[in-house]
T-cell receptor, first 109, second 113 residues
Framework: GQQLNQSPQSMFIQEGEDVSMNCTSSSIFNTWLWYKQDPGEGPVLLIALYKAGELTSNGRLTAQFGITRKDSFLNISASIPSDVGIYFCAGQQNEKLTFGTGTRLTIIP | AAGVIQSPRHLIKEKRETATLKCYPIPRHDTVYWYQQGPGQDPQFLISFYEKMQSDKGSIPDRFSAQQFSDYHSELNMSSLELGDSALYFC????????????FGPGTRLTVT
């Protein structure tokens, strides 16, 4: 099936640092979404992108829908302790979401 | 704001037993989706319903079935459970079908022993 390659797999940063992660696919998607998941909880929607080239911000989060519709990135500025978790990109075609492999963000005290 | 409700939150079953998971979408949302997430894995799409009709299907085993009811809640029925069915099962809902944001519930953790 389709695979979304998400990188990096994990990040260890200090509080206040900026974070960048991205997703690439061999397939075109109509919509890109970014979710954050805490252990044992459901994914929480952070940002949704609908148009190629679109750049969208939500507070300290900024995401872009790649021009080719095969990639997306997410930036988090000035990280804080509650940013810890696993971030998933997801591409949407028809009804279903195809998720990336996830980026685990850890903040070092 | 009201979110997606799933019940039960935890379920323990033995091999070959059956299980039923329930999902109550966000009010006014008419589309529900089911996903399975194994340990350390990303969520995998199982099936979706729009206006009580199946709208898309993913890698759902034949032992599983689902339906959406007139009040838009959905149930995932799992029979002949196997150890490999142990996972988190998420329901998501959206207002409309196609390019619409999916909001996830807290999940049901199914453990098969």
């Amino acid at each position: 099936g389709q695979q979304l390659n998400q990188s990096p797999q994990s990040m260890f940063i200090q509080e206040g640092e900026d974070v960048s992660m991205n997703c690439t696919s061999s397939s075109i998607f109509n919509t890109w979404l970014w979710y954050k998941q805490d252990p044992g909880e459901g994914p929480v929607l952070l940002i949704a992108l609908y148009k190629a080239g679109e750049l969208t911000s939500n507070g300290r989060l900024t995401a872009q829908f790649g021009i080719t519709r095969k990639d997306s990135f997410l930036n988090i500025s000035a990280s804080i302790p509650s940013d810890v978790g696993i971030y998933f990109c997801a591409g949407q075609q028809n009804e279903k979401l195809t998720f990336g492999t996830g980026t685990r963000l850890t903040i070092i005290p | 704001a009201a979110g997606v409700i799933q019940s039960p939150r935890h379920l323990i079953k033995e091999k070959r037993e059956t299980a039923t998971l329930k999902c109550y979408p966000i009010p006014r949302h008419d589309t529900v989706y089911w996903y399975q997430q194994g340990p350390g894995q990303d969520p995998q799409f199982l099936i979706s319903f729009y206006e009580k009709m199946q709208s898309d299907k993913g890698s759902i085993p034949d032992r599983f079935s689902a339906q959406q009811f007139s009040d838009y809640h959905s149930e995932l029925n799992m029979s002949s459970l196997e150890l490999g069915d142990s996972a988190l099962y998420f329901c998501a809902s959206s207002l409309g079908t196609g390019i619409y944001e999916q909001y996830f519930g807290p999940g049901t953790r199914l453990t098969v022993t």
